[in-house]
């Protein structure tokens, strides 16, 4: 017996050196390519990926150290995988290392082999098909609950959380009981005919679906731009419908788990019999690995996920969904800063594959690609279900109707009605994108920048006004520069005191606050959502995270607050996101029989973005705020990335960004590169934040300066100062 030839195997780690590190390895082949191996780094042993293999190596040969092992147990990442993160790495500037470890589930990165996983879904029994919901008492509401679900297919442990606390213990039962049993379900379960009564699509529906599905061996980048309700998700469905027929896998990308149950509920039940699984930071680490795993193996037919879910390995796969593709929670905010739409057209690209990227408020910069051509546009002008109007947009004129503690009379009155009608009103308060800026009560001056287009921001601990894009700094004036009245205020009242101030005025309603801070302590937002849909709530208090696709049929009114803070932000993306954030909370009243209204407290009841709102006309918005950037020359009619840079000392970080300004600029380069600025959080945990603006005309410009640029700054690396880079930045704090 011959030994086999010994090769050098070509290994990334999860370190953060832009490098790929050469060990010894025997009885490797081609396919070993994307295999985790351990090997001995430094003084630890280490987990690697294989990413390529080489006949002879830089290093000398008594230097080579072996690969100590290689994992067999998954499936390795496939080679149209491992060049998706290349791409990622090399663009986004991150170390391909890290980019390749962070793809592969938390267990998998361990140096312990992985052993098979517990199941994960479960079907009825055959026993358990002969149970009928009489046989278990009234009270079991549960139990009863679970049965019913189980006859309409499989249960995966993910669907558990609909059944609260309760819900493994009543599933062990059933398991206990013999009624339930584990199910190991391949693609191999043939489609099965949906047996619910599917609507006729509309003509526009029609015509999506139609035009998306003639060429699915192709690269075809769709936006599906349609309001709340005009039949998008009845169209996704369509789609995975006619692509799991023909054998293909289907990646569903949503923006969060949580604010989405209404799709996954769905698209359970319309495929109840395939294999669905979920992928988002919400399971635990055994249920990421078996999700991964299956829909890696091609046993997933449809992997609905978050962003992390667009480097699942999919064999088969033939169609990507993008839903709310606007959403900013498709940007990473740490570590590598990708965005996971763009990185999902990448991928569709690569794989020649159609994509679809919907949403009702698209983002600037796909609109932009949709006018352009190089994406392809489907509109859905209509609801498709009833023919309800759009809610009647008014505005509040708040120098007029001043408002006491948040709250105008105009608009509480108009919450008394609903109260009288029994019916919901939903009070939604604008936090994003909310910087605050200086406003003269009496003249409605506002602390514009003088020396660039933006406004300039109110730090109170420091007493001073700072443009965030330009970096000029004024002390907080004493009195108007325009009028002389020393009633300055920042343009701004939080949920939780709009929430006590209702209580006051309306002691018998049932009131319901839902923001970041009462999902986290109180029940799940679930719950919450299930409370309001069963009409226990009367006053709904909320933000963000009730914009989205959530149906309240008897919610007739929303009430906006604190609006304004957008029109004036520094951020050139603040009035993009409020718009877009106003369109789809706006779609939330008025759903069913009931028309709706809205009612917008605003100093600026004049402002452009207000009236455009009241047309409901998204579009022309659109394309005034596109003439807006292309004549600033603000992405996506440029292209920025941002360097960030954190010390214990805010002068020590400044003094880095001052030193990378001169490298950059001695690269001669055609770049702008901004004055370094205190970044608007400038203290976060302990350390002191500065930020760098550079923008280029295009990418491949901005690309080519930054590999140069960023070689020369990781030489200079310092122990005191941390930095980042941020390619197409959607946040500047
Ligand atoms: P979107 O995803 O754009 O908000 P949905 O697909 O959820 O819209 O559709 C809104 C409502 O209209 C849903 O209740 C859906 O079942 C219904 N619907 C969708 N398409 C049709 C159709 N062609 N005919 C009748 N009802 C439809
Ligand atoms: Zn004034
Ligand atoms: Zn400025």
């Known amino acids: 017996m011959t030994a086999a ?41 280490a987990v690697g990926v294989i990413v390529g293999l080489a006949d002879r190596s830089g290093v000398a040969e008594n230097k080579l150290k072996p690969v100590l092992h290689v994992f067999r147990d998954l499936p390795p990442l496939p080679a149209d995988i491992l060049h998706l993160l290349r791409f990622c790495a090399d663009y986004y500037q991150h170390p391909l290392g890290e980019v390749v470890l962070n793809a592969l589930p938390q267990r998998a990165r361990r140096s312990e082999a992985i052993a098979a996983p517990p199941p994960q879904c479960f079907l009825l029994s055959t026993g358990g098909r002969e149970i009928r919901l009489d046989d278990l008492p009234a009270r079991a509401s549960v139990q009863r609950r679970l049965l019913l679900r189980l006859q309409q297919g499989a249960l995966c442990r993910a669907d558990l959380a609909d059944f609260g606390s309760q819900g493994s213990k009543v599933l062990r039962d059933f398991i206990a009981r013999g009624w339930a049993e584990a199910a190991t379900m391949t693609p191999s379960v043939p489609l099965a005919p949906t047996t619910a009564a599917l609507p006729e699509l509309n003509p526009a529906q029609a015509e999506a679906v ?4 003639a060429e699915t061996d ?14 998008k998700t009845e169209v996704y469905l369509r789609l995975i419908e006619s692509i799991l027929a023909g054998n293909g896998q289907v990646l569903v990308l949503v923006p969060e788990i949580n604010l989405t149950p209404q799709l996954e509920e769905r698209i359970r039940r319309r495929f109840p019999r395939q294999n669905r699984v979920s992928l988002h930071s919400g399971l635990n680490e055994t249920e990421r690995l078996s999700h991964w795993q299956q829909a890696a193996e091609g046993r997933a037919d449809i992997v609905l996920g978050t962003r992390l879910a667009v480097f699942t390995p999919l064999p088969r796969l033939k169609l990507i969904i993008v839903d709310e593709e606007h959403d900013s929670s498709y940007k990473q905010q740490d570590g590598l800063r990708y965005s996971a739409r763009d990185v999902a057209v990448m991928r569709a690209r690569e794989r020649s594959i159609p994509i679809v990227l919907g949403s009702a408020t698209p983002a600037l910069e796909t609109w932009h690609n949709s006018q352009s051509g190089r994406y392809a546009l489907l509109e859905l002008p209509e609801r498709a279900a009833y023919q309800a109007a759009p809610p009647a947009v008014h505005l509040i004129d708040t120098r007029r109707a001043k408002p006491e503690q948040g709250l105008s009379a105009p608009l509480l009155r108009a919450i008394a009605e609903r109260l009288e009608r029994r019916e919901q009103s939903l009070v939604f308060i604008n936090r994003r994108g909310f910087s605050p800026v200086l406003m003269c009560n009496a003249c409605g001056w506002l602390s514009a920048c003088p020396r660039c287009s933006s406004k300039l921001v109110v730090h109170l601990r420091e007493r001073q006004l700072r443009c965030h894009h330009c970096g000029h700094e004024t002390h907080i004036p004493a009195s108007c520069p325009d009028c002389g009245n020393t009633d300055l205020s920042p343009v701004g009242h939080g949920t939780q005191r ?3 101030v209702l209580a006051e005025h309306f002691p018998s309603a049932r009131i319901l606050r839902i923001d970041r801070d009462s999902t986290r302590r ?33 919610l007739t009114l929303v009430g ?12 050139f993306r603040a009035s993009e996101r409020l718009f877009a954030q106003l369109l789809q909370v706006t779609g939330r009243a008025g759903r069913a029989a009931l028309p709706g209204e809205v009612l917008i407290q605003t100093d600026f009841p004049s402002h452009d973005l207000y009236l455009t709102l009241q047309r409901h006309d998204y579009n022309a918005f659109a394309d005034s705020l596109l003439a807006e950037r292309r004549q600033a020359d603000f992405p996506p009619f440029c292209f920025q990335a941002l360097l960030r840079a954190e010390a214990t000392q805010l002068s020590e970080a400044m003094a880095f960004l001052a030193k990378a300004v001169k490298a950059g ?21 302990g350390r002191e934040r500065a930020q760098l603006l550079v923008q280029a005309d295009s990418r491949k410009t901005l690309h080519d300066f930054l590999q140069a640029w960023l070689a020369g700054l990781r030489e200079k690396a310092s122990q005191r100062v941390r930095w980042s880079i941020d390619v197409d930045p959607l946040d500047f704090y």
């Open 5 to 45: 030839k010994p090769i050098i195997a070509r290994i990334v780690l999860d370190v953060p050196l832009d490098s790929l590190f050469d060990y010894r390895a025997e009885g490797l082949a081609e396919d070993d390519i994307g295999r985790r191996v351990l090997v001995s780094f430094g003084r630890r042993r």
């Open 210 to 213: 139609q035009r998306i599905l």
């Open 218 to 231: 192709a690269f075809h980048p769709w936006l599906l731009h349609g309001i709340t309700g005009s039949g």
């Open 498 to 500: 709009v929430e006590e």
């Open 522 to 554: 109180r029940h799940s937002l679930r719950a919450m959502l299930a409370q309001v849909h069963d009409d226990e709530v009367d006053i709904l208090v909320g933000t963000q995270l009730l914009a989205k696709g959530h149906d309240f049929p008897k």
């Open 560 to 571: 906006i607050l604190n609006a304004d803070g957008a029109l004036y932000s520094t951020d």
């Open 665 to 685: 600029l001695s690269l001669n380069r055609p770049v702008t590169l901004y004055d370094p600025v205190p970044a608007q959080m400038t203290r976060l945990a």
